[in-house]
T-cell receptor
């Protein structure tokens, strides 16, 4: 079981370039999430998905797009990168709706460090 | 919207001693979940301990325990017999049982950097 994996681990972009971050999970989780982590800010939710083919905006969605074409994959896209998007990006996944008492904890990937010059 | 506050940006503890990290949160919900995550230099987010609001008993996981004060909206983490490997960023997180769209999203505090002195 690989858990949650992210590709790539590091990336440097120039302003205006585009890229896609790939997240994959092998735990058959329904829910997947993309967070960004900035110094002194904790983790903030960018977008999330509650199932294949569905996505929704989180706290800081501007400048990002996502797609969930397959249950196990969740892609995060930057169409025109900006220096403000320099950050560490984390993907996470969890089970879906559960009964009371289930923590439905999120499992995190190792993160991607993105630098936009 | 819920908020999570960690008022100690940095803390230090002597090896083998005990340290307590503070976390407070603001919510109008009566049932919710609270978590502490550890982030070592490797960057991996590791779940340390969790607590459901309707359970009055404080959670314990080996050397890690919490002091959950629901009325005060406080959720502190106690690390006993601190070890060098405990040095990391620690994040407190809140999750609603249901958040409209059913996202189960986590709201994180800004973190506390813990150093362990040999």
């Amino acid at each position: 079981n690989a858990g949650v994996t992210q590709t790539p681990k590091f990336r440097v972009l120039k302003t205006g370039q585009s890229m896609t971050l790939l997240c994959a999970q092998d735990m058959n989780h329904e829910y997947m999430y993309w967070y960004r982590q900035d110094p002194g800010m904790g983790l903030r939710l960018i977008h999330y998905s509650v199932g294949e083919g569905t996505t929704a905006k989180g706290e800081v969605p501007d400048g990002y797009n996502v797609s969930r074409l397959k249950k196990q994959n969740f892609l995060l896209g930057l169409e025109s990168a900006a220096p403000s998007q320099t950050s560490v990006y984390f993907c996470a996944s969890s089970y879906g709706m559960t009964l009371r008492g289930s923590y439905n904890e999120q499992f995190f990937g190792p993160g991607t460090r993105l630098t936009v010059l | 919207a819920q908020t999570v506050t960690q008022s100690q940006p940095e803390m230090s503890v002597q090896e083998a001693e005990t340290v307590t990290l503070s976390c407070t949160y603001d919510t109008s919900e009566s049932d919710y979940y609270l978590f502490w995550y550890k982030q070592p230099p490797s960057r991996q987010m590791i779940l340390v301990i969790r607590q459901e609001a309707y359970k009055q008993q404080n959670a314990t996981e080996n050397r890690f325990s919490v002091n959950f004060q629901k009325a005060a909206k406080s959720f502190s983490l106690k690390i006993s017999d601190s070890q060098l490997g405990d040095a990391a960023m620690y994040f407190c997180a809140y999750r609603s049982p249901y958040s409209g769209a059913g996202s189960y999203q986590l709201t994180f505090g800004k973190g506390t950097k813990l150093s362990v002195i040999p």
